[in-house]
DNA sequence: TTTTATTAATTGAACGTTCAATAAAAAGAT
DNA sequence: ATCTTTTTATTGAACGTTCAATTAATAAAA
């Protein structure tokens, strides 16, 4: 059976077989067994890739991560409008990109999210991706409005989003997408409207 | 040792010990013996008084979600203006009351939140709670738009109250409650302003 | 003396990891 | 082209650990 080059084509196996494995049973009970099943493979493989367990999991968060990073990356990429606007709104839309919300990602998604409370290098890597859409829905806001209100209106939406992702994640029904791409882009328009800049510019210096 | 009238105590002591272990370690590494050894007993009486391990998750879960609830209904009863923004106003500030925000009770209610996904019995609890907020707000609003209007505002208000709990639990320095309320607050504003009611009820009818 | 409250020791199941064995594929030798 | 050796990929069983639950024993209170 074996073939040389399987570590790439295995390792992705066992990621894809982990966000199942947590889809179906919920990170407590996804054992090495269930995944290695799952892909069809034995357990002990997962060691042999992966040297344990816990690397299994991280190389899973990190998958999840990245690929949310690529899928707001790419959405910037193709604007023709350079505008604030344009811009938060193509993070939007990353954000609740298909691939990203559909079943066994946003399980796994959540899962990783409480786990990485306790576990230092979950947290880490939880920590540099919440950063960076921040920071970036903080630079975009920044240019029409003060620091403080932008500091503001970036916790603001960024909340939006995670509570929307959290809401959609625990329905059975999973995320509606197109009315969670509605609720936040509605909140945006409201945050960017000349009205409320002016003003959330006397209530918070 | 033994004095009777000691099950209220040792429900309270084992609950309470039980959101401490969650906040220390996390709910994987939340055993019973850890659990107990918090509360200076020993790990049998849990079965004891709860039938299992699982009946203590569920009794401490029930003990969040129905403090939540009072916190909210309390500040309801005090309200001395009918309006709905001042309702409103009154499940947001219920929702960030310090005894919900604090380390233990936040951490472990995130826990249970993402473990309710595949926990049938949790999962109900957290249906109950939710579709309550849910329908408060929608009831609300509902005073002051027309009822797609209001069931999107109630969608929208519930989903930032719960992303700045999350965000809130996972930063290390835990939930900074004056500004989450300050978001709340001001999102609130925008969703009641007779613009928004007005430009919304053109884009969502 | 019976009941209530509790513990400490024990049990059995489940888990992640390790390791020797195996078999296909690739490389080298004839 | 055929045979031999080495490498790569994988398995399955065994091991040690950890956990929740149970049980028999104990001690205070009624």
Redesign the interface.
């Known amino acids: 059976m074996p073939k040389v080059g399987m570590e790439p084509i295995r390792r992705q196996q066992l990621i894809h077989a982990t966000m199942s494995a947590i889809d179906d049973?919920?990170?407590?009970?996804a054992t090495v067994l269930r995944i290695a099943r799952h892909a069809g493979v034995s357990a002990g493989i997962i060691s042999h890739y992966f040297g344990g367990k816990d690397g299994l999991l991280e190389a899973t968060m990190r998958q999840i991560l990245t690929d949310l990073s690529n899928a707001v990356a790419a959405r910037r990429r193709i604007l023709t409008d350079n505008s604030p606007r344009a811009h938060i709104g193509a993070i939007i839309e990353g954000n609740f990109d298909r691939t990203q919300v559909t079943g066994p990602a946003a399980?796994t998604w959540?899962?990783f999210?409480?786990?990485?409370?306790?576990?230092p290098m979950l947290q880490r890597l939880?920590n540099v991706n919440?950063r960076r859409l921040y920071t970036n829905l903080c630079h975009q806001f920044r240019r029409v409005m003060p620091r403080p209100q932008a500091r503001?209106a970036a916790?603001?939406l960024?909340?939006?989003?995670?509570?929307?992702w959290?809401?959609g994640?625990?329905t059975p029904e999973g995320l509606d997408a197109e009315?969670a791409r509605?609720?936040a882009h509605?909140?945006l328009d409201?945050l960017l409207?000349p009205?409320?800049v002016q003003k959330?510019a006397q209530?918070?210096v």
Not at 25 to 29: F, P
Not at 158 to 164: E, F, H, K
């Open positions: 049973v919920g990170l407590a009970e399980k959540l899962a999210w409480a786990s990485s409370m306790h576990k939880q919440d503001n916790r603001g960024a909340a939006m989003i995670d509570g929307l959290l809401r994640a625990l009315q509605t609720l509605a909140y409201q409207s009205e409320t959330t209530t918070w």
